[in-house]
């Protein structure tokens, strides 16, 4: 797969409120929704989110996003979100999924995700090293344990998935969707434009970060 085309089922995510946070001046979700309809023009995108966040993406006023379909589910239960997405997978030989709370994702990472996806590859998905020191505290915040960081990974998305390796029954997994046992998963070099904002205080560094 080298470049966008109608097999793939395009998703944007919902995961947290931090999608309707504005970063310059622009809400983190329609940032994403715009990346997802630049790089796949001609294909729908599926929007996934709470009933109560679809109801306020309704009331947006992006004309980009009319062309959306909506799709109420739980987005961080797999197997809900493959049960509620199945349907329009059907005809795709693949599902790709983006987190709106990932906005300034660049299109090279999507590049390397598309790229990495050949025929003997189910799963792709970025990943980048995790430098920081990690702590493991009690609840009286006791350290008890320091992790080694050379077996922790900061995942990123795009994820991009072979619909015939999704376990559409599966309960537990680390992706946006359940995959099978044997599912050939690889990791690509993730950017630090990837990062996901999970805080006002996030939103605003990524903003100083663009000027």
């Avoid at 709370?101 to 299109?107: A, E, I, K, L, N």
């Amino acid at each position: 797969m080298s470049e966008p085309n109608p097999s793939v089922c395009v998703v944007l995510a919902i995961t947290s409120s931090t999608a309707f946070l504005e970063t310059a001046k622009i809400l983190n979700l329609e940032r994403a929704y715009d990346t997802l309809a630049m790089f796949f023009p001609t294909v729908t995108i599926h929007v996934v989110a709470s009933s109560s966040d679809i109801d306020r993406f309704r009331t947006l006023p992006g004309e980009n996003m009319r062309r959306a379909v909506l799709v109420p589910c739980e987005t961080m239960e797999p197997e809900n979100l493959a049960k509620k997405l199945v349907q329009f997978w059907r005809d795709s030989k693949s599902v790709l999924i983006h987190d709106a709370s990932r906005p300034f994702v660049d299109h090279e990472q999507f590049e390397r995700v598309l790229k990495a996806f050949d025929e003997d590859v189910d799963a792709v998905r970025p990943a980048m090293p995790f430098t920081e020191t990690l702590k493991i505290l009690t609840a009286d915040s006791i350290i008890t344990e320091t992790l080694d960081r050379s077996t922790v990974l900061r995942i990123s998305t795009p994820e991009l998935i072979r619909t015939s390796a999704i376990d559409i029954n599966g309960l537990d997994c680390s992706w946006f969707l359940p995959l099978k046992k044997n599912a050939n998963i690889v990791h690509v070099e993730g950017s630090p434009s990837g990062l996901r904002i999970n805080s006002q205080s996030d939103a605003s560094l990524m903003e100083l970060q663009q000027d």
